[in-house]
């Protein structure tokens, strides 16, 4: 991991890490290792381990109030100028042919009682080595949805600097029933981070060095009690045209939004007294209307 720079906090050392064994980090172990007790567990409470045990067996963990984490929900930051709907679904935004370090982001959506979120849209976008935003076509920019486990990966590169601000990445995130909420990821050790007016260390990822590539993890944590509704599908569209669902119906050319259906990409909708086109094959949940989520909808 980077060393940090004039006494900059390590993700450990930022607020909502008290020194107790986290919940979170237990449940993350027993998803990763996939069986029972793994041997990052050894040393945890016997509490701690059979629940770890349980998320590894699929069984839900007992809801508690605030897991003893301490966590508060990830705080929001700016949009910002560069923001620009209709990402494409896809882990990777590498782009060939284009210069930069590796590198690769993975993470969980939790909500408040510790509960991995699955489903959760994540929309990430970026600048270049450069530092350039690209607003003509999306590179550097896609979304994608957490698993049954709450994890999500982003394959990408190190984004390059601009005047003003240092190095970060852009995310937008929404579970079926929430709100959108806005923030941002930043590197550990970077001399800009002192001088950024928007920087914040609660947002600072884990950064580590592999070969001649890097990896970071960060966690982030949605205001939502407990897990929301799961759909009754058993196949969830896998690219920007896909209509498979077996359990619903590609959309018809135009008619009212109706939550359970299969869009398809151009697919014609009213909501609100206000007509939209859709930009990514999805299938609608209650709380992805089209003005609540711009990656999947924009104004006719």
């Not at 394959?155 to 995130?173: A, E, S």
């Not at 949605?222 to 619903?248: A, F, I």
């Amino acid at each position: 991991m980077d060393a940090p720079l004039h006494g900059e906090p390590t993700p450990e050392q930022t607020p909502g890490h008290d020194g107790k064994v986290s919940r979170k980090a237990v449940l993350r172990a027993a998803i990763a290792a996939g069986v029972a007790a793994p041997i990052a567990l050894v040393g945890v409470p016997a509490l701690a381990r059979t629940k770890a045990e349980d998320a590894a067996n699929g069984t839900l963990l007992e809801l508690t109030p605030d897991c003893n984490d301490g966590d508060s929900p990830t705080i929001e930051q700016t949009e910002g100028p560069y923001f620009k709907p209709g990402s494409p679904e896809r882990g990777s935004i590498v782009e060939p042919g284009y210069p930069g370090t590796a590198l690769t982001v993975s993470g969980y959506v939790f909500g408040r009682q510790c509960q991995p979120l699955a489903h959760v849209l994540l929309d990430f976008w970026q600048a270049d080595n450069g530092g350039n935003y690209d607003n003509t076509t999306y590179r550097y920019r896609g979304h994608q949805y957490t698993d049954a486990s709450g994890k999500f990966t982003l394959t990408t590169i190190v984004p390059g600097l601009y005047p003003g601000r240092t190095r970060h990445i852009h995310v937008k995130l929404q579970n079926a029933n929430g709100r959108i909420v806005t923030t941002q990821l930043y590197f550990p050790g970077e001399p800009r981070n002192n001088t950024d007016t928007i920087y914040d260390p609660r947002l600072l990822m884990n950064v580590q060095t592999v070969g001649n590539g890097k990896t970071a993890s960060y966690d982030f944590v949605l205001n939502v009690n407990g897990t929301p509704p799961t759909t009754t599908t058993t196949t969830r569209p896998t690219g920007p045209t896909s209509t498979t669902n077996p359990t619903t119906t590609t959309a018809p050319p135009s008619g009212t939004w109706a939550a359970g259906t299969n869009y398809a990409a151009g697919a014609k909708v009213s909501y609100g007294g206000v007509n939209y086109v859709c930009l990514q094959g999805h299938q609608a949940q209650p709380g992805w209307e089209p003005p609540n989520v711009p990656a999947l909808w924009r104004v006719a």
